[in-house]
C-alpha cells in the first residue's frame, strides 16, 4: 500500500530556533501533499496545500512567512516553522494524494510530527 | 462552506456493545466525498472508508458498517461487536470534487473519542 513516511516523529526544540519536518511518498507520486495541524485532543485543522514545483496555498489566518512550505519534487514536501514559540508546540501530520489515482481518492497520511518548543 | 459535526465528543462502551458514531455535514456542492479516519493512540490516521455523493448504498465492511443518508446530510459509522482495539478517534471528513483540480481539500470533524472497555 501507499506509505508517506513523515520526520522526525518528534522534536524538541528551543524557543527562537527553527525546525524543518519532512513529508515524502515512498512508493507513489504526490503533485500535491497536505499539512495538518492538531493540538491535543482537537480535530485536524489543514495549514496549507503544497504544490509540487510552485507556491503553497495557505489557509487563513496561517502565517506563510512563519509556516515555510517546500514541495521540491513529487515525493518529498518540507514545512519549516521559523523561529517556534511555545505556541507552536503541536502534532503535525502530512497527506499525500496518489497523481496516478482520480480525484477524490484516499489521502494517505504520515505518522505525523510531535513538536515540542521550550 | 463545508463543515462537518461530529457531536459525540466521547463514548464509552463496554466490548461486545454495538456503537454509532455520528456525521453531519454541511456543503452547498451536489458532488462531493464523504471519508472516515480512525486515529489510534499511536498517532497515525488510518483510512476507513470513502463515499461520494452519489452512491447512497449503505456499506458493510466486517464489524464495520456506514450509513449514507443525503436527505439528513448524514454519514454515520457502526461497529458492532465493538472490541478494546476498536478504541481510537474517529474521524468523519468532505472533500468537494474540484473538476480538473488536483487540490481537494479534505475537512475535518472534530472528532469522537471511543473507548471500549474490557
Known amino acids: 500500500g501507499a506509505v508517506v513516511s513523515q520526520h522526525p516523529s518528534w522534536v524538541i526544540c528551543k524557543s527562537g530556533t527553527s525546525v524543518k519536518i519532512e513529508c515524502r511518498s515512498l512508493?507513489?507520486?504526490?503533485?500535491?501533499m497536505f499539512w495538518y495541524r492538531q493540538f491535543p485532543k482537537q480535530s485536524l485543522m489543514l495549514m496549507a496545500t503544497?504544490?509540487?514545483?510552485?507556491?503553497?496555498?495557505?489557509e487563513q489566518g496561517v502565517e506563510k512567512d512563519k509556516f515555510l512550505i517546500n514541495h521540491a519534487s513529487l515525493t518529498l514536501s518540507t514545512l519549516t516553522v521559523t523561529s517556534a514559540h511555545p505556541e507552536d508546540s503541536s502534532f503535525y501530520i502530512c497527506?499525500?494524494?496518489?497523481?496516478?489515482?482520480?480525484?477524490?481518492?484516499?489521502?494517505?497520511f504520515g505518522n505525523g510530527t510531535r513538536l515540542t518548543v521550550t | 462552506a463545508q463543515k462537518v459535526t461530529q457531536a459525540q465528543t466521547e463514548i464509552s462502551v463496554v466490548e461486545k456493545e454495538d456503537v454509532t458514531l455520528d456525521c453531519v455535514y454541511e456543503?452547498?456542492?451536489?458532488?462531493?466525498?464523504l471519508f472516515w479516519y480512525k486515529q489510534p493512540p499511536s498517532g497515525e490516521l488510518v483510512f476507513l472508508i470513502r463515499?461520494?455523493?452519489?452512491?447512497?448504498q449503505n456499506e458493510i465492511s466486517g464489524r464495520y458498517s456506514w450509513n449514507f443518508q443525503k436527505s439528513t446530510s448524514s454519514f454515520n459509522f457502526t461497529i458492532t461487536a465493538s472490541q478494546v482495539v476498536d478504541s481510537a478517534v474517529y474521524f468523519c471528513?468532505?472533500?468537494?470534487?474540484?473538476?480538473?483540480?488536483?487540490?481537494?481539500?479534505?475537512?475535518f470533524g472534530t472528532g469522537t473519542l471511543l473507548a471500549v472497555q474490557p
Open positions: 497527506s499525500a494524494r496518489d497523481r496516478g489515482r482520480e480525484e477524490n481518492s484516499p489521502l494517505h
Open positions: 512508493d507513489f507520486q504526490a503533485t500535491t
Open positions: 503544497s504544490n509540487e514545483g510552485s507556491k503553497a496555498t495557505y
Open positions: 456543503t452547498r456542492d451536489t458532488t462531493y466525498y
Open positions: 463515499r461520494n455523493s452519489f452512491d447512497e
Open positions: 471528513a468532505l472533500s468537494e470534487s474540484n473538476y480538473g483540480g488536483a487540490t481537494n481539500k479534505l475537512i
